[in-house]
């Protein structure tokens, strides 16, 4: 079945999440 | 506070117009710009996705908006724009070339609500004014002047190439000299008009040499002295630095991840130096995009690196500079911007 813009939503931020929460982020981010 | 902390940051080109016309600049054609109406718009777009996200998975979103340019001040409503972006709750920051601040302008950005503003400075004068054009060198730090004399938080940035990088010592000394919070570092993208300035890229060998030698720097600097090219950012980490393998990006390069840019006409990309179109601000819903585009879901997915990068270590928290990726690329015929990074010694 097709995944759903929610469902690919969700994917990303509840994996973003998962690691964010754990306290994993070691780097600032970049975008000039 | 609840919830996970997740920063995300918009880079809002409002103008392209620009009162310079720099050899390096990304730019290569003047495109349309949108009205102060639909930028309020596209600013309420956003906002909506952010707190769509926030409620759904109860996150604690930090959002801001980078606005740029062009030459930013070039525009008659950006205090306007300043202001509406400040009152929805984003934090706000400029990038500017400095040369129209007078004393007036510095006290009114020091009144509105800027978290900083960054100058872009590319040497000592005549590198800078070979660059940017004569006079500008003197124009631009004078807009540095009153921007300290007014108290505003600002950092210089500089673009690095062959063509500046022997300056770095004594631009770190003038920095100090100006008070200026920090001095940053970015790479060149040879894209747009700086397409034809390839040749100026530093190697990987002098890029991981100009980066250590950052962080000796700022060792010894009385400003911060750093760089956010990911690049950078893998250099200052201890050897023994253990890398959490996600396989989901946790840092380095925030194009589709943790932030996204918009052009003056509406167009979407990952990034303004990686010119790829995505949509247009003005006819999608920001929340559907950013979970639908498969571009922005080929730079979060580990599986859709090339090897040299998806099998590094670093991985998660590097990708290096995918705009740098993607203009080499270019230069050689494709569009492959999930290739290795061209100046990456790892």
């Given at each position: 079945m097709k995944e759903t813009s929610r469902e690919k939503e969700a994917r990303f931020f509840l994996k973003m999440k998962e690691v964010l929460a754990k306290g994993k982020e070691v780097s600032k981010s970049c975008l000039a | 506070m609840q919830g996970t902390l997740f920063d995300f940051f918009v880079q809002f080109h409002?103008?392209?117009?620009?009162n310079l016309s720099c050899r390096?600049?990304?730019?290569s054609k003047l495109m349309p710009e949108m009205t102060y109406d639909e930028i309020c718009r596209a600013i309420d777009n956003i906002r909506g996705a952010i707190k769509g996200w926030a409620v759904e998975y109860d996150m604690i979103l930090q959002p801001s908006f980078h606005f740029t340019g062009g030459?930013?001040?070039?525009?008659?409503d950006l205090f306007e724009i300043l202001g509406y972006a400040y009152e929805q709750d984003f934090s706000i920051s400029l990038m500017s070339n400095g040369t129209l601040i007078d004393r007036p302008l510095a006290k009114r950005i020091k009144d509105v609500h800027i978290t900083d503003v960054q100058i872009s400075l590319d040497g000592l004068e005549h590198t800078h004014d070979s660059l940017r054009g004569k006079g500008s060198y003197k124009r631009t730090l004078e807009g540095i002047k009153n921007l300290v004399a007014e108290g505003v938080q600002m950092s210089i940035n500089l673009t690095v190439s062959r063509i500046n990088m022997g300056q770095c010592e004594e631009l770190i000394r003038l920095a100090e000299d100006l008070a200026v919070n920090a001095i940053t570092f970015s790479r060149l993208v040879?894209?747009?008009?700086?397409?034809?300035?390839?040749?100026?890229s530093l190697t990987p060998e002098e890029t991981a040499d100009f980066y250590r030698q950052l962080n000796e720097y700022n060792k010894r600097s009385s400003i911060t002295v750093s760089s956010r090219d990911p690049l950078a950012v893998i250099l200052s980490l201890n050897a023994n630095e253990e890398i959490p393998q996600t396989d989901i990006p946790i840092g380095g390069c925030a194009a589709g991840v943790f932030g996204i840019t918009i052009c003056a006409d509406g167009t979407i990309m990952p990034?303004?130096?990686?010119?790829?179109?995505?949509?247009n601000i003005n006819d999608v819903s920001f929340r559907e995009l950013w979970a639908e585009s498969p571009v922005l879901w080929s730079l979060r997915?580990?599986?859709?690196?090339r090897d040299e990068c998806r099998l590094c270590q670093y991985w998660p928290v590097c990708r290096g500079c995918r705009a740098i990726a993607l203009a080499f690329a270019r230069a050689s015929g494709n569009d492959d911007y999930l290739g290795l990074d061209p100046q990456c010694s790892l």
């Open positions: - | 409002i103008t392209e117009r620009c390096h600049c990304y730019q030459e930013p001040f070039l525009r008659q040879p894209t747009g008009r700086g397409k034809k300035m390839g040749s100026q990034c303004r130096r990686m010119d790829l179109a995505i949509g997915t580990r599986e859709d690196y």
